[in-house]
């Protein structure tokens, strides 16, 4: 038995970058900023933060085309995918994402508004 399962609650770092599918399907990528406060060692705190690459698809992607922006909050639930690719020099190169099924809007109206999705 095995589980590929990810839950994300962060900030967007841009707003979503939306494109089509030849057969119509919206597409969604968004950039999402997660943040940890952890003891720096020296009796004081560091804020870390980790970049998110998150995909969403349909009606998902749709809402959040409509109501996300740079800044908003949201909670994403998901998988991870890793992809291969070459660059323009022929070299493999990789990346890991997030394919979201479930998006939820957390804060103020202002900040994504409330509410949420469920994807496909």
Do not use: C
Not at 53 to 69: E, N, P
Not at 83 to 95: C, H, T
Request: proline share 2%; charged share 25%; hydrophobic share 30%.
């Amino acid at each position: 038995m095995s589980l590929n399962r990810v839950i994300l609650l962060g900030h967007l770092g841009k707003d979503p970058e939306v494109r089509y599918a030849q057969s119509g399907t919206t597409i969604a990528n968004l950039r999402l900023a997660t943040n940890e406060r952890r003891p720096d060692g020296n009796g004081g705190w560091k804020d870390e933060t980790e970049w998110h690459s998150v995909v969403l698809f349909g009606k998902t992607a749709d809402l959040a085309k409509q109501y996300l922006t740079k800044g908003s909050q949201v909670l994403i639930e998901g998988s991870l995918r890793t992809r291969q690719w070459q660059d323009k020099e022929g070299v493999k190169r990789y990346s890991t994402e997030v394919v979201g099924q479930n998006m939820r809007f957390v804060g103020s109206r202002s900040g994504g508004g409330g509410g949420g999705a469920r994807g496909p």
